[in-house]
Structure formats: C-alpha cells, structure tokens
C-alpha cells in the first residue's frame, strides 16, 4: 500500500472518554498541537457517558482516608505511590473540572466513620456526555471521530507516530509525533456478558503491548455477579458452569497499562490514562473511584506529553510506516466478514477467561484462540462496520491470549479476581503484581512484591463482584456495595 500522507503534530490521545478528553484539554493548555480520536461516532455511547456520575473525592485534609480505603478494597495490590498521586490531586481537579464548566451536585458523604470521604455527581441528564462535551468545548484540542488506532509506531524504542484507519474514507491515516497518550478505556466488551457498550474491546492494552510496553496485573476484571452466587461459582465453579455463566457480566478492568508517576509506560514517548491503565486500584475497586481517576491521570497525562513533545522531533522510517499500512490494508481488503470470530471470541473469553475459570478452561481459551488465528487474518471489509470489527477481533484476540496467560499464573481468589480451582486469597505466595511484556520469544511474564509506601500490614482481601463498597470498619468483610 503506498503511504499517505502524515499528520503532524505533538500529541495524539486516542480515546473521547473522561482521560481522552481531559489528557487533550491539559496538553493543549501546554502549548502542543494535539488530536484526539475515537473510532466511534461523536455521541456515541461509551463508559463514561453510561457512568452514573458517582465520583469519589477527598480533601486536602483526607487524603490519607481515601488512600486507606483504595488500598484495602484492592487486596493490597496496588502501586500506593500512584494511590498518593491520585489521593493527592482530586481536590485541585475537582475545581480545574469547574472551572472549565463541569457542573456537579453538592457532595453527599460517602459513609458513615469516613469524615471528609465524599461522594460528588455531575448534575444534568446525560451527565457523563454533559460533563465530556463541556471539556471538549473547553479545549483547544481537535477532536476526530471515526479514526480506529491500530496501532502505535515506534522507532529504536521510542514513540514516533500513531496508525488509524479513517472509518469514513476507508483509508490509513499516520500521525507522526513524538507522543501518544492511551486513553481507550478497559476491554470489559470483549466478554460475550457485558454492561459496557461496544467498543470497550481494550484495543489500548493490546496496541501497548505490542508496542513494547509492560502491562500490569491484567488477569484483574470486575464481573457484576448476583452476590449471593459468588460463593458457588468459587465453590462449584465447575460443577455449576452452564448456570452460572448465565449470570453477571464484564464490568470494569483493574488491569491494564503500566505507567509511572507521570503517566509514561517503559516505551518513551507512550503515555496512558484511564481505565486502559492498571496497578493503581489493585484486586478491586472502591465504588466511584473510576472516574476520578480517569480526570486526576488524564490531566497528569496531558500535561507530561505536552512537555516531551517540545523536546523531540521525529522521523518516521518508512519500513515502519509501510509495515503498519500493509496490516491496514489487510485489513481493507479482508474477504471474511469479522462478525463471527468477533462473537466468536468474545464467547470464548466469557466462558474460559471470565468469572467461572480454572487453570484447565484458561488452557482452553489459548488453545482455542490460538485456532481462530487463521481465520482473523482474512477479517475485514470495506464498510465501516468490519473494518471496525476486524479490528477490534485482532485487538480482542491479542487481549484475550495475554488475560488467559496473566490468570494462569495467579493462583489465588482476591477482590474481584475468582478462580475456583484456588478459592481463597494468598498472601503468602501470591501477593505480588504480575507484569507481562512482549519479548522475541512470545510473552514474557514476571512479578513482583506490590510498591508499599503507606500500609504495609495486609490482611485477609475482600472478596466480592462489581465494585465495593466503603470500608467503615477494617474487620469489615463486606462484599460489594452500592457504587459504580
Ligand atoms: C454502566 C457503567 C456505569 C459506571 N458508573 C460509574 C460511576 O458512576 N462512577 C465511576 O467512577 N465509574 C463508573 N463506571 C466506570 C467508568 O465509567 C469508566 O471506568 C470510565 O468512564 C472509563 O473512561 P475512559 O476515559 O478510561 O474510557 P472510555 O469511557 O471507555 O472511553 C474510551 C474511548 O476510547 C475510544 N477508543 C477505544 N479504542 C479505540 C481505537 N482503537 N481507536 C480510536 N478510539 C478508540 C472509544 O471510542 C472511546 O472514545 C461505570 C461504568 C459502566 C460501564
């Protein structure tokens, strides 16, 4: 395929959810010249139009409050120097999001023994659209709908532009900038069962990896579950498989994305923010803490690649440029329509890789997966439909392949993580951050004890579906509790 023409610019955040749109607002106030794109329509549904708008804050004089209850919801699995972070810098975004127009109801106290924990809600009917489209409106950064990323460019270890596909002109779009921020949200639609709309198919985590970056935690995936079966699917997992993969569905991913303080992955130049990241909420998460993480890092995020950006120019080598066209146009010029590996691999996942797993259906998964490999590379077409699909199919299946690999290697029950051939937590062996990176010879997998700056006495994890509840008590062995 003979390559286009590039797009020059500093920044290019992909994803128009609460990170993507905070990350291009702060970059464009640090002077770059930013995108942002979506592979959806504008208006189109995603998480954080569908949140309920429940967010979580604390105050300058609460912050460790808040850090107390993210760390023990999370079964101590969380990086508590990004918990510091994030504890840290609610109160300034809070008001940074007023001025720029968010408009919010009074605070309702989150719990009762939790002083200063406060639960804030955007006010207005569609508020998570609301709230969006008043830091769209905000910003000076451009906003491009119906661009799909396929995937990150990069050169001797650095970042040097993104690939995408126009939807509407069916043809590959490059960026060429030094750098890119993931704002894609989770995968929780690449599982058959999903409360997310379409599109949360993790295509962020998959392009990370490839890219080069390290990836945290990623067996970690919020299932809403009837709570009362959570007992049986840890109990009768197997027994009880059909019923109860009847039930629940995907909700929310805990893992994802590796980043440091400044929101950067071990690939320069690669920034992420959202829900794509992982390691800051651990084994679970504190019910309407999700989006104050995507505005605290999304800003973060924007500010820090604003900055790299006026340090570096790039250039693109044409081998990489060329490489990523000749996949698109594999892609363009597919003659297998992508629907049914996309279900295909979206049932696979919900039946091996999601709430009822055990080490034997997690090697089914990777052996199935690895048998529909053939057929995803014929996927594609040329309407907007499959192109979009084939490429969520090869995002999905890259995922898929990496969740089975990272849950094969945690043996334990914790937080929302279940399995039931290893129903009960385990602090002795298994409390440690599991890290996969793409290497020559496939996945390379290694782990490491969780960063303990703040607690450092874990006990017994929590263990429950959807997102948890505020602790009032440690010894609370609560399970799920009202929040988003
Ligand atoms: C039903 C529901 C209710 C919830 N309620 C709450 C709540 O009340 N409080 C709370 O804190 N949390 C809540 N959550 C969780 C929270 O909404 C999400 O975690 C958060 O909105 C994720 O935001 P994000 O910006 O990371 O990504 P998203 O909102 O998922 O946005 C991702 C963006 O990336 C784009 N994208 C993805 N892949 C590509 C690609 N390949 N190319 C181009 N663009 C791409 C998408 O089109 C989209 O624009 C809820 C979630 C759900 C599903």
Same mark, same amino acid.
């Given at each position: 395929?003979?390559?286009?023409?590039?797009?020059?610019?500093?920044?290019?955040?992909?994803?128009?959810?609460?990170?993507?749109?905070?990350?291009?607002?702060?970059?464009?106030?640090?002077?770059?010249?930013?995108?942002?794109?979506?592979?959806?329509?504008?208006? &189109? /549904?995603?998480?954080?139009?569908?949140?309920?708008?429940?967010?979580?804050?604390?105050?300058?004089?609460?912050?460790?409050?808040?850090?107390?209850?993210?760390?023990?919801?999370?079964?101590?699995?969380?990086?508590?120097?990004?918990?510091?972070?994030?504890?840290?810098?609610? /109160?300034?975004?809070?008001?940074?999001?007023?001025?720029? *127009?968010?408009?919010?109801?009074?605070?309702? !106290?989150?719990?009762?023994?939790?002083?200063?924990?406060?639960?804030?809600?955007?006010?207005?009917?569609?508020?998570?659209?609301?709230?969006?489209?008043?830091?769209?409106? @905000?910003?000076?950064?451009?906003?491009?709908?119906?661009? &799909?990323?396929?995937?990150?460019?990069?050169?001797?270890?650095?970042?040097?532009?993104?690939?995408? #596909?126009? =939807?509407?002109? %069916? +043809?590959?779009?490059?960026?060429?900038?030094?750098?890119?921020?993931?704002?894609?949200?989770?995968?929780?639609?690449?599982?058959? %069962?999903?409360?997310?709309?379409?599109?949360?198919?993790?295509?962020?985590?998959?392009?990370?990896?490839?890219?080069?970056?390290?990836?945290?935690?990623?067996? $970690?995936?919020?299932?809403?579950?009837?709570?009362?079966?959570?007992?049986?699917?840890?109990?009768?997992?197997?027994?009880?498989?059909?019923?109860?993969?009847?039930?629940?569905? *995907?909700?929310?991913?805990?893992?994802?994305?590796?980043?440091? +303080?400044?929101?950067?992955?071990?690939? %320069?130049?690669?920034?992420?923010?959202?829900?794509?990241?992982?390691? =800051?909420?651990?084994?679970?998460?504190?019910?309407?803490?999700?989006?104050?993480?995507?505005?605290?890092?999304?800003?973060?995020?924007?500010?820090?690649?604003?900055?790299?950006?006026?340090?570096? &120019?790039?250039?693109?080598?044409?081998?990489?440029?060329?490489?990523?066209?000749?996949?698109?146009?594999?892609?363009?010029?597919?003659?297998?329509? /992508?629907?049914?590996?996309?279900?295909?691999?979206?049932? #696979?996942?919900?039946?091996?890789?999601? /709430?009822?797993?055990?080490?034997?259906?997690?090697?089914?998964?990777?052996?199935?997966?690895?048998?529909?490999?053939?057929?995803?590379?014929?996927?594609?077409?040329?309407?907007?439909?499959?192109?979009?699909?084939?490429?969520?199919?090869?995002?999905?299946?890259? $995922?898929?392949?990496?969740?089975?690999? @990272?849950?094969?290697?945690?043996?334990?029950?914790?937080?929302?993580?279940?399995?039931?051939?290893? !129903? +009960?937590?385990?602090?002795?062996?298994?409390?440690?951050?599991?890290?996969?990176?793409?290497?020559?010879?496939?996945?390379?997998?290694?782990?490491?004890?969780?960063?303990?700056?703040? =607690?450092?006495?874990? !006990?017994? !994890?929590?263990?429950?579906?959807?997102?948890?509840?505020?602790?009032?008590?440690?010894?609370?062995?609560?399970?799920?509790?009202?929040?988003?």
């Amino acid at each position: 395929m003979e390559a286009p023409d590039f797009i020059d610019c500093d920044v290019v955040v992909v994803g128009t959810g609460a990170a993507g749109v905070a990350a291009g607002l702060a970059a464009a106030e640090g002077g770059a010249k930013v995108y942002v794109i979506s592979k959806m329509p504008h208006h &189109a /549904p995603s998480p954080t139009t569908r949140a309920w708008g429940g967010m979580t804050w604390s105050t300058e004089q609460t912050a460790d409050e808040l850090i107390r209850q993210v760390v023990h919801t999370g079964g101590f699995l969380s990086d508590q120097r990004r918990v510091r972070q994030f504890a840290d810098a609610v /109160p300034a975004t809070l008001n940074k999001l007023r001025i720029e *127009g968010c408009d919010f109801d009074d605070p309702q !106290p989150a719990g009762e023994g939790m002083p200063g924990i406060v639960r804030w809600s955007y006010r207005g009917v569609d508020s998570g659209e609301e709230a969006i489209q008043r830091l769209i409106d @905000a910003s000076s950064a451009q906003c491009m709908w119906l661009f &799909a990323a396929t995937e990150v460019l990069v050169q001797d270890g650095a970042v040097c532009g993104l690939a995408a #596909i126009g =939807l509407k002109a %069916r +043809e590959a779009v490059i960026f060429r900038c030094p750098c890119v921020i993931l704002a894609s949200g989770g995968g929780a639609a690449a599982f058959q %069962r999903t409360d997310n709309p379409p599109g949360a198919t993790g295509d962020g985590i998959a392009m990370a990896w490839e890219a080069g970056a390290e990836l945290v935690d990623l067996e $970690l995936i919020s299932f809403g579950y009837p709570e009362a079966r959570v007992q049986d699917v840890l109990e009768r997992g197997e027994e009880l498989r059909e019923e109860l993969l009847g039930l629940g569905y *995907g909700h929310y991913f805990l893992g994802g994305v590796r980043v440091d +303080e400044r929101c950067e992955t071990n690939v %320069r130049g690669l920034y992420a923010a959202g829900e794509v990241t992982g390691g =800051l909420f651990g084994a679970a998460r504190l019910g309407g803490a999700a989006l104050a993480d995507c505005f605290v890092f999304g800003l973060e995020a924007g500010h820090n690649a604003a900055f790299a950006a006026q340090t570096r &120019a790039v250039e693109l080598d044409h081998i990489v440029v060329d490489a990523a066209c000749d996949r698109i146009e594999g892609i363009l010029r597919g003659s297998r329509a /992508p629907a049914p590996v996309h279900e295909r691999i979206r049932r #696979i996942l919900w039946e091996h890789v999601g /709430p009822v797993k055990t080490a034997g259906s997690l090697q089914h998964a990777v052996e199935e997966l690895h048998a529909i490999e053939a057929d995803l590379a014929f996927t594609g077409g040329a309407s907007r439909e499959y192109i979009r699909a084939a490429v969520e199919a090869r995002q999905m299946h890259t $995922l898929g392949g990496l969740i089975a690999q @990272a849950s094969l290697e945690r043996k334990e029950t914790r937080g929302c993580y279940w399995r039931s051939d290893y !129903p +009960e937590p385990d602090n002795e062996g298994q409390l440690r951050n599991i890290v996969l990176r793409k290497a020559k010879s496939g996945c390379e997998l290694s782990s490491q004890p969780p960063v303990m700056t703040e =607690l450092t006495e874990p !006990p017994a !994890p929590r263990i429950g579906a959807g997102c948890f509840g505020y602790l009032t008590r440690l010894s609370d062995a609560i399970g799920p509790g009202s929040g988003r």
